[in-house]
């Protein structure tokens, strides 16, 4: 592959090729058509407008030129940060204010009669890069006044009033990898002639390239960081239901559905384990889905991924639910189950994402659901009870253009409760972070991602970990790990309508109780034998099983609950037995004092 096939194919996997739905006439010189109603940005053309920048900017930056750099989306701000502090330009965000640099003669500095204010800078920038120019147009008529050379992103919707200002425009969609990818050359571009200068005094330049590494921009986003951003900062769904049906028939549901359950003693697949009333979790996924297509009147279609050790019994499930857009296939490779040897945020670049998307693509069921206006995919890697689909979150990803977005939690509760909301997101480390099993992926960039030649694990790892991420609550994870977790979803705890999991409205405790279970009870069949009926435990905070022990009718269990039976004694908890705040450790305890 040549060097220039490389830095397209960079441009490609950061989606700089997506356009606006309509293209202005001035923009089609840098254009090459359109797919789905969507402007398709030539790639070359973006590459020859980088250039010119970047050469434009390095020329200044050898006259020791002053820079101005624009930007108001939160999402960008940390890579704008990171990429100041490595080029050594203080980030100056005083030109909020309005006729900041057409009153640049004019005194900045004022005295109140409590503090004094600073206003900025005296001296009118050299450039001006505006990473989103369509919401500055103020800076640009400003910039314009002064004549003042503007580096900025444009789209294929800008108008020309606009785009006429601009003196080196970069077409590209503003996605946040693009952004990064703008804001890494920028960088080096800054370091070459810095080092260049230093050189040319005869410093000393052995250190620059050490600098330059350990100043990259790409710390915050491939060493162990991704971008996370509050679920409760998201803007709310369209209200009108029209709005809401054409937002939802933008999503696909695609589930991997090729783990075992024999972690529990069952031989099929794990999502056919009754959760409650007969339902199974691949019951509750379809019912989900076909109570918004009923509700909404939209059509979102249950893609399921299937090995060959869980395609037969997945179609026996899918015979009660003829006539739902519903499809199964085959992946031609095993589905290797690793949660055991590798870390749990590692589990999303299993090798058979690759495969299950090669298969959307040669099939032609990509094609086909691109041509039906679909534009994203929820992918569900686990049994998680919670996965509904969110009309807020596809609008925030539609909106923002945003390319992989995972749903994700803090890793222990002492963060959780630590954690306060920041509505304008930041970057957080992995390994503070659980996550859920549950991605959204542009359809766009998976049809860019098989055009690859490079499709492969690695490549796919290497797509992930350009992803940002949502913290979503508790309410949104709901998993289906072990027999504990039955307990929980088939106790009193929580019910579900048209597959939506709802917690009892009479549990005060915001947390789920937890819930630990002996070896005793693993297996499924042994699990579902050993209970009469399921506990009550909407007043439960922790219980522990251990020993053979066998539940009654109508048990309520509330508080902290310990039940230790020893080697060789069975114990019975009786019918109708009230156990709060109880350790119990022989038969006689059950009726004894506290």
Not at 37 to 45: G, L
Not at 260 to 280: A, C, F, R
Request: with cysteine; proline share 4%; glycine share 6%.
């Amino acid at each position: 592959m040549t060097i220039h096939a490389a830095v397209i194919q960079k441009l490609l996997s950061t989606n700089a090729h997506l356009g606006r739905r309509v293209a202005a006439h001035h923009f089609k010189i840098y254009s090459c058509g359109s797919r789905n109603a969507m402007t398709i940005i030539d790639s070359d053309k973006t590459l020859i407008c980088l250039r010119n920048a970047c050469n434009f900017m390095g020329n200044l930056v050898r006259l020791k030129g002053r820079f101005l750099f624009v930007n108001t989306n939160t999402l960008f701000d940390e890579i704008i940060e990171e990429m100041t502090k490595a080029i050594g330009i203080k980030n100056d965000k005083s030109w909020r204010l309005g006729g900041f640099l057409t009153n640049s003669s004019s005194p900045k500095k004022f005295r109140g009669r409590n503090k004094k204010l600073n206003l900025g800078a005296i001296h009118a920038p050299d450039c001006v890069v505006i990473f989103d120019t369509e919401r500055k147009s103020s800076v640009i008529l400003e910039a314009e006044r002064l004549q003042v050379p503007i580096v900025g992103l444009v789209d294929s919707s800008m108008p020309w009033e606009t785009y006429k200002k601009i003196t080196y425009p970069v077409p590209a969609n503003d996605s946040v990898q693009f952004v990064y990818l703008f804001c890494n050359l920028i960088t080096k571009t800054f370091l070459y002639e810095q080092r260049k200068m230093k050189a040319a005094q005869g410093a000393d330049d052995s250190t620059a390239g050490t600098r330059e590494d350990d100043l990259q921009i790409e710390t915050a986003s491939k060493r162990g960081k991704i971008f996370v951003l509050p679920y409760e900062s998201l803007q709310p769904a369209p209200e009108d239901v029209s709005d809401l049906k054409q937002l939802l028939d933008k999503a696909v549901v695609l589930k991997f559905n090729g783990r075992l359950g024999t972690n529990m003693g069952l031989n099929g697949p794990k999502s056919t384990i009754e959760v409650q009333n007969g339902m199974t979790c691949l019951d509750l996924v379809i019912n989900q889905i076909e109570s918004l297509n009923a509700k909404y009147g939209c059509n979102i279609p249950l893609l399921l991924a299937n090995t060959v050790n869980t395609h037969d019994s997945t179609l026996k499930v899918l015979q009660q639910h003829t006539n739902k857009n519903i499809h199964a296939f085959l992946q031609s490779e095993e589905y290797e189950d690793d949660s055991d040897e590798a870390p749990h945020q590692d589990r999303m670049y299993a090798s058979s994402h690759s495969e299950v998307y090669l298969s959307l693509k040669n099939s032609g069921k990509l094609d086909v659901l691109l041509s039906q206006g679909k534009e994203y995919i929820l992918v569900l890697n686990s049994d998680n009870l919670a996965q509904v689909i969110e009309p807020k979150i596809i609008s925030h990803l539609v909106q923002n253009n945003i390319e992989t977005c995972m749903e994700v939690m803090p890793a222990s509760s002492d963060l959780e409760v630590k954690e306060v909301p920041s509505h304008e997101g930041k970057y957080e480390s992995k390994e503070n972070l659980k996550f859920t099993d549950t991605v959204w992926v542009s359809m766009n960039s998976i049809e860019s991602l098989m055009h690859s030649s490079l499709v492969e694990s690695s490549a796919i790892s290497e797509f992930f970990d350009q992803a940002s991420a949502i913290s979503v609550p508790k309410s949104r994870y709901l998993p289906v790990e072990a027999t504990s977790d039955l307990l929980l979803y088939q106790s009193d705890l929580y019910s579900f309508d048209e597959g939506i999991p709802t917690r009892s409205s009479a549990r005060t405790n915001p947390a789920d109780p937890l819930i630990e279970l002996g070896p005793e009870f693993a297996d499924v069949t042994e699990f579902h034998g050993r209970f009469k009926s399921m506990p009550s435990i909407i007043e439960l905070d922790a219980l522990e099983v251990t020993g053979d022990v066998w539940f009654g009718s109508d048990v309520t269990l509330k508080g902290k609950v310990s039940i230790h039976a020893r080697p060789d004694v069975k114990m019975v908890i009786p019918d109708g037995a009230v156990l709060e705040n109880r350790m119990i450790t022989r038969p006689r305890d059950i009726e004894g004092p506290l």
